[in-house]
């Protein structure tokens, strides 16, 4: 079993920035490769990026390319987005999970089913 916990989410305007941080509870953090999905109100949820296990391999979706950075520091058992140009359709409710299966490319890399674990998620909410 792994915890997740995520925070860093909160209000910013439009062009602004926010960090997200992923908290996992076990040590076994690097074999894992982690995920950021998003979740906006009457929507699906959907991918954001992905990082491989190493950290070697990153995935992500069209709307984050350019603008979104996802890294890990496994000695700290930490994920993180860094999200930069905020537009208003980024607001969302910003989810992390670990997978212990997905494979080297983008499709499996933004299958949520490939995901086992969750954390609860951070609320980002970007204003115009």
């Known amino acids: 079993q792994v915890q997740l916990v995520e925070s860093g989410g909160g209000l910013v305007q439009a062009g602004g920035s926010l960090r997200l941080s992923c908290a996992a509870s076990r040590h076994t953090f690097s074999s894992y490769a982690m995920g950021w999905f998003r979740q906006a109100p009457g929507k699906e949820r959907e991918f954001v990026a992905a990082i491989s296990w190493s950290g070697g391999g990153t995935y992500y979706a069209d709307s984050a390319k350019g603008r979104f950075t996802i890294s890990r520091d496994n000695a700290k058992n930490t994920l993180y987005l860094q999200m930069n140009s905020l537009k208003p359709e980024d607001t969302a409710v910003y989810y992390c999970?670990?997978?212990?299966?997905?494979?080297?490319?983008?499709?499996?890399?933004?299958?949520?089913?490939?995901?086992?674990?969750w954390g609860q998620g951070t609320q980002v909410t970007v204003s115009s």
């Open positions: 999970a670990a997978s212990s299966t997905f494979g080297a490319t983008y499709y499996s890399a933004s299958y949520y089913a490939n995901y086992d674990y």
